[in-house]
């Protein structure tokens, strides 16, 4: 039973449904949420399905998968395709996201194979510096060449901040997107149905009149999952910010000093601890260590606990003010990476509530 992962679906739920008002009150109409970090939770995404939740967007193609039989009325794939999973890719979502010609090219070879049509959004770089053709760059030819391929249909444009170079959304990036946008509406003679601003991060951009009026889709994880914005990493009023907890077990709980006795060189993991003297304390050792998560993503419930260290299977604690005993449960806090790793950890158990 133990160490578990509480997730509260009616909270994660109640969540994705008020981010969906707050979405259409700022005129953005379309929102994928994204479940990347449920590790392809078959019960969780069942749950999201049966509360009306209508597209889901994943960035592993083996959880779209897994998520076959859910019918939903879009499964995006948000990592960019590999060019040798491009049968998947037309298989288990309905539109991906995309900024190499020759993948693109390829997906077209494999819809037409399966006899499907597959629509896909262009990503572009603002400056972020992860996927997306880079702003500045002709971007008009390679439109051009999309625009002839049979089973390929371009749905719109989108772009990703926030994620590698902790580039803020505002309003002078937006514009960057929406010249591209017109761009290739007036050089390539289509219409970009889709204009998909971003993650989390632009949720920031909330009720500021900030978000142009041309941006009419999100694809939103953490605002969902925790209830705050990415850019600057505030809570927002409104949602549920405990939708997860995580509980270790108490294995050894003893009185020790707080620094090794002799020599000290280096620990499991290679590196010269850093550990300061603070007498002596009661230490609790837990069943969870960094083979799970990293350790600093956990954050103990009972504030007069704090975290001293660990290794691949042993968190270790300081508990002097606490009461504790062998066999006890300590309730922690966790961020998104902490429910990423955790998910994926197949030691963890998961109580669903
Ligand atoms: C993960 C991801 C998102 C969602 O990001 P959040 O910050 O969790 O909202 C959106 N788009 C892409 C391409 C992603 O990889």
Redesign the pocket.
């Known amino acids: 039973m133990y160490p578990r992962i509480i997730i509260n679906q009616k909270k994660l739920v109640e969540n994705a449904n008020t981010i969906l008002d707050m979405a259409r009150n700022n005129n953005i109409p379309y929102v994928t949420t994204?479940v990347?970090a449920f590790a392809g939770d078959v019960t969780i995404l069942s749950t999201l399905k049966e509360a009306g939740i209508k597209c889901i967007?994943d960035?592993r193609l083996q959880n779209l998968k897994l998520f076959k039989h859910l019918d939903f009325r879009h499964k995006m794939l948000?990592?960019i395709p590999m060019i040798s999973e491009v049968d998947d890719v037309i298989r288990y979502s309905d539109i991906s996201?995309n900024s190499e010609l020759s993948v693109i090219k390829a997906l077209n070879k494999a819809a037409k194979e399966q006899n499907k049509k597959h629509d896909i959004l262009i990503m572009f770089d603002l400056g972020d510096l992860r996927?997306g053709i880079y702003y500045k760059s002709d971007y008009i030819s390679i439109i051009n060449e999309i625009l002839k391929l049979d089973n390929i249909l371009i749905r719109g444009i989108g772009t990703?901040l926030t994620?590698y170079g902790g580039l803020v959304p505002s309003k002078e990036i937006f514009e960057r997107l929406i010249t591209i946008k017109l761009n290739i509406e007036n050089s390539c003679g289509i219409k970009l149905e889709i204009i998909s601003g971003?993650?989390?991060?632009s949720v920031t951009l909330f009720d500021k009149n900030i978000i142009p009026k041309e941006i009419n889709h999100l694809?939103?994880?953490?605002?969902i999952?925790f209830g705050k914005e990415?850019s600057y990493s505030t809570l927002i009023e409104g949602l549920h910010h405990d939708v997860f907890s995580f509980e270790a077990e108490i294995i050894e709980l003893k009185d020790k000093p707080s620094y090794p006795d002799g020599e000290i060189s280096i620990n499991s993991f290679g590196l010269k601890p850093d550990i300061e003297d603070k007498g002596n304390m009661k230490r609790a050792i837990l069943a969870i260590g960094k083979q799970d998560t990293i350790l600093s993503n956990l954050k103990p419930l009972d504030e007069s606990i704090s975290i001293i260290g660990g290794s691949s299977d042993h968190l270790i604690l300081d508990v002097t003010k606490g009461n504790y005993k062998i066999g006890d449960v300590i309730a922690f806090k966790i961020n998104?990476p902490a429910l990423v790793h955790l998910m994926n950890s197949n030691y963890i158990a998961k109580l669903y509530k």
């Open positions: 994204v990347k967007g960035s948000l990592r996201l996927e990703n994620c971003g993650n989390s991060s694809r939103l994880g953490e605002s999952l990415t998104y």
